[in-house]
């Protein structure tokens, strides 16, 4: 795809909100890239123009039928001004695993990726430097045929909204409560669960709120098929680390497959730490728990980088692991991993993508 | 909810269709009913509008986190000029309990099929009076808070858009030819299979268009935790008649419970044919073919009503039903259940519902 990417200026800036107060996913910058696409034209009319509402009729298959997916990723501000990204190849790519899982036209990565950098570079300002802070990046497709028959639409649509975000969970890792689930699954082998579609968050609220209700912070999703077998945390990938050596849920068909756990693993490997991507049953942590040799847990994610796990609740049971406490490992892969997002720290996988300097 | 609903009546109304182009929800009527929520004040300000394309911030939930829901149920126009609904209330409790599933507020349903009539009075030209045709109803429910965390939004809207349909399959009954798909799941006990939710239709498309490459009109579903039991037709529920008796899967929490497969249950009881709702595997099916005592099989639902099944492929391995022709209860009870709905049969369960005479 070798369009020029059209642009329409605005005409007043929005006020930029404190450092401080940004939240996640509140705040919105000034532009938007946007897409379209037909059937019959294929991707058109890629643009940056001012962010504001879209017009789409009541009847767009979106609103009935999902067909919705989306990625998350993040631009940062090293202290010498570099403005870079974080393996950004890995979403473009899993944006179109999840295309073909929900029919959806498939997008030109390095085309979306080229356009996602010039809207970072439209949109400098907006790239807060507080610590813990960036540019979070979410892009976007949904479908817009306005049509009730049941098939894949004909027409959709891409955008690429930017949202200035403090750190995830507030400025400093802390250990939560997470409940395991046993009545409600996330997602299950032959379905959508190994791609970010819109409807694996819906299907996850009411567990969700189940367990925020009973004082925990997430859950534990367990498999669907014998509700016996670890697959995420909340909406992270998970981590155990068992007498010494680190466990995750291997992808199986039904577990995102998180830019960070890639990552949590090539770290892993690059330090001489065992790490093993296994079939694990919730049994089995307990059990390492009962030997004295469950040492940490963590989530891995986009947001929050690693979410360390201070509790686990099944079966009216429930362990502390590492009394508590953010785990040395734990520690050390949220430092390494976002002192290599800001280049504070060397990045020997050369993972960081420059996108301009300021 | 006690609340007046207000009217903007629009400068000029739309160019009806042909009923001979109806199609299915291709056109839409010249008027929606809209309701706005607010967790600050519930659900308010209940309009009916001209249809017309909606305006939402590119970081509505919708689009992000997939909490949408719908139903769908159809007004008819008999002989006599009455205008009636089929089992409403039935709607408008899973509408509810879809609701329930996805974590959004529940509607006062009793107010919501009251502003449903009223829609329908407003657009009752829009009701086609040609063979097999009726004005579908569309009542849906989507997030619109610009908020980019993964929770229940706090902002949703609900609307009624009307379309104008034909029959679904076109003017006549006619048996297709159904895959049983094996690598693809619709849905898993646990998660949203039961609740009419957009997400269950867009992990559905990819095992569709791979029936449809290889031949056929639709797919039957197997359980997700065995691939084992029948559990749907394509967006339909199944019935099987073996033996002179009649068998559909038993609710059980991934199958969505349908009105027309609670009515043609109904209808089997009051006719005195046998009829269980059981755990059925698509082997047990295709023994009792191998036994000769496969008599028929057909799909249900509010946009086909009744839809034969001709042939169904498994495991490389095809039977045709009663040799591709329509079945004589599929047929009666298509004859049936459409008769009570346009008036021209009796209607000994009270299932209409009159809403005026024009």
Known sequence: MKQEIAFIQRADLKVKPDTASLGFGKYFSDYMFVMDYHTDIGWNDPRIIPYAPLTL???????????????????????DGTIQLFR????????????????IPLIDEDFLLHAIKQLIVTEKDWIPDGEG??????????????????????????LVILSPVGAYYGNQLSPVRINVEEHYVRAVIGGVGHVKTAGNYAASLKAQEKAEANGFAQILWLDAKENKYVEEVGSMNIFFKINGE???????????PGVTRDSVIELLKYWNIPVREVKISIEEVFAAYERGELEEAFGSGTAAVISPVGELNWNDQTITINDQNIGQLSQRLYNEMTGIQLGKKEDPFNWTV???QV
């Open 57 to 79: 009729d009541p009847a767009s298959m979106v609103f009935h039928y999902g067909q919705a997916i989306f990625e998350g990723l993040k631009a940062y501000k090293t202290a």
């Open 88 to 103: 950004p190849e890995k979403n473009m790519k899993r944006l179109n695993e999840s295309c073909d899982r929900l029919c």
């Open 133 to 158: 802070t960036s540019l979070y990046i979410r892009p976007f497709i949904f479908s817009t045929e306005p049509y009730l028959g049941v098939r894949a639409s004909k027409q959709y649509q891409l």
């Open 246 to 256: 680190v466990i995750t849920p291997r992808l199986n068909g039904s577990i995102l």
């Open 354 to 356: 420059k996108v301009a």
